[in-house]
Every structure is written in structure tokens, then in C-alpha cells.
């Protein structure tokens, strides 16, 4: 019998790289935030929120897309 307890430490540069693949912003070139990663249980799937736009960053925005206050919120 075995039993293991422990983390599993993803590098954030990597797990954002791997995020952008399903990201249809990301492909056109646009400036992309990302909101914070959660756990959506009634379709087994990590959702995130993304805001983009091809003439300035999300966090520039005068009024800030759901992707960034996301984070605010948790300052």
C-alpha cells in the first residue's frame, strides 16, 4: 500500500505558455490579460477569463474587463 502527500509547483512562465494555445486572442497577435484560473467542477475544466485588444493592454483600459479586476480583487 502507498500513500503520497505533497504540491505540484507549476512554473507560472510555463503555465501561462500553455494557456495561450487555447486562447483565439493570443493567435492574433493581440495584448492579452488573463484572469485568475478556477476550478469549474460541473464540466471538469480550469476557466479563465481573458480580455484583448490590438491597441492597448486590458490593464490600460478605462473601464477594466472582468480579466483584471480579477486580480485586483485579490490584492
Given at each position: ?11 507560472l512562465e510555463?503555465f501561462?505558455?500553455f494557456?495561450s ?10 495584448e492579452?490579460?488573463?484572469g485568475?484560473?478556477?476550478v ?9 477569463s481573458?480580455?484583448a485588444?490590438?491597441?492597448s493592454h486590458?490593464s490600460e483600459?478605462?473601464e ?12
Open positions: 500500500m502507498r500513500h503520497y502527500e505533497g504540491e505540484i509547483d507549476i512554473p510555463e501561462w505558455v494557456v494555445k487555447f486562447c483565439p486572442a493570443h493567435a492574433g497577435g493581440d492579452v490579460a488573463y485568475v484560473p478556477r469549474a467542477k460541473e464540466n471538469d475544466s480550469l476557466t479563465i481573458f480580455a485588444s490590438n491597441s486590458p483600459w478605462v477594466k474587463p472582468a480579466a483584471v479586476r480579477e486580480w485586483d480583487s485579490l490584492k
